[in-house]
């Protein structure tokens, strides 16, 4: 008994604190790209980034002996990690290379708690009341504020696709997993999702780009961050949520993530952060909480 209660107080701590770790940790992913970028192509760049990455979460899977999925499962881990990792990341890494601003691709998850409510109310049988509507449309217009000014031109063409690619999949992909990978260990399940991710970016990056590689100090470090602290400790995160959380709940915190990452591009590159911008934030931090605390009320 008394070695019960500190492990549930801990539990609870860590459980409170897992959403505000999320935020910080997944809003780093867009200035570790920014940097990474500088090094490689970002087709090449991912398709080394998800390589190692399937070789380190295999090698947890393999310590901590996890069970491995089978038949359907393994279809369903590929297919959640073409989505989630695939076609996400390499959306926002393209568009980012073709000189999409970065508030643009910020703007990103700012739209996509929108479009998971509307598929979880009609997918998942999710039911999501207007007060939570009421938060999510109160987050769409933090985020907007937070980016305002903000230049939201770039390269026509592949750069604006790959924006539009890396919403529905991250949405989709959010919902996918939610459906069908929850029962899937997630350190298993991941390497596997790693791997079908990395199979994607070989495969265009074969057909599409140099595959030269710069690797400086930048570039390694870079690198290293976006394998070990985003693939394996956010992607390892965000799934803890999505099986413990409604979609609707977990799609919420990605509207903190544009604020968040305006705050550290204003440290690490001096942009511009105005009294609007933190006004912004501030209502993107009142919308999140109302969707949750919704969410909360509904289910007790």
């Known amino acids: 008994m008394s070695t019960s209660a500190p492990q549930a107080t801990f539990d609870s701590i860590a459980a409170r604190a897992a959403p505000a770790v999320f935020v910080v940790l997944w809003s780093t992913g867009f200035i570790g790209t920014k940097y990474v970028l500088a090094g490689a192509e970002p087709l090449t760049y991912l398709a080394v980034r998800m390589v190692l990455a399937?070789?380190?979460?295999?090698?947890?899977?393999?310590?901590?002996?996890?069970?491995?999925?089978?038949?359907?499962?393994?279809?369903?881990?590929?297919?959640?990690?073409?989505?989630?990792?695939?076609?996400?990341?390499?959306?926002?890494?393209?568009?980012?290379?073709?000189?999409?601003?970065?508030?643009?691709?910020?703007?990103?998850?700012?739209?996509?708690?929108?479009?998971?409510?509307?598929?979880a109310n009609r997918w998942l049988g999710e039911r999501v009341t207007p007060l939570q509507w009421t938060g999510l449309l109160m987050g769409l217009a933090g985020t907007l504020i937070v980016l305002h000014g903000r230049s939201m031109e770039g390269e026509a063409g592949w750069g604006w696709l790959a924006t539009g690619v890396a919403l529905v999949s991250i949405t989709l992909g959010t919902l996918y997993q939610k459906r069908y990978c929850s029962r899937i260990d997630w350190r298993s399940g991941n390497a596997i999702q790693f791997l079908s991710a990395a199979a994607l970016f070989a495969l265009g990056a074969w057909?599409?780009?140099?595959?030269?590689?710069?690797?400086?100090?930048?570039?390694?470090?870079?690198?290293?961050?976006?394998?070990?602290?985003?693939?394996?400790?956010?992607?390892?995160?965000?799934?803890?949520?999505?099986?413990?959380?409604?979609?609707?709940?977990?799609?919420?915190?990605?509207?903190?993530?544009?604020?968040?990452?305006?705050?550290?591009?204003?440290?690490?590159?001096?942009?511009?952060?105005?009294?609007?911008?933190?006004?912004?934030?501030?209502?993107?931090?009142?919308?999140?909480?109302?969707?949750?605390?919704?969410t909360a009320r509904a289910r007790g």
């Open 54 to 119: 399937a070789v380190l979460m295999g090698l947890i899977a393999a310590v901590s002996r996890a069970s491995w999925p089978k038949g359907a499962d393994i279809f369903h881990s590929a297919v959640s990690g073409l989505l989630v990792h695939g076609f996400y990341l390499g959306g926002t890494a393209v568009a980012i290379f073709h000189s999409v601003p970065a508030g643009l691709s910020a703007l990103i998850p700012g739209l996509q708690p929108i479009l998971t409510s509307t598929l």
């Open 207 to 294: 057909l599409f780009e140099t595959r030269v590689i710069v690797w400086n100090r930048e570039f390694v470090l870079s690198l290293a961050w976006l394998v070990v602290v985003l693939s394996i400790g956010s992607i390892g995160l965000l799934y803890w949520l999505i099986r413990h959380s409604a979609a609707t709940q977990v799609a919420s915190l990605f509207y903190l993530v544009p604020s968040v990452t305006a705050l550290m591009a204003y440290l690490l590159f001096d942009e511009r952060l105005d009294g609007l911008s933190i006004a912004g934030m501030v209502i993107c931090a009142a919308a999140v909480l109302l969707v949750n605390k919704s």
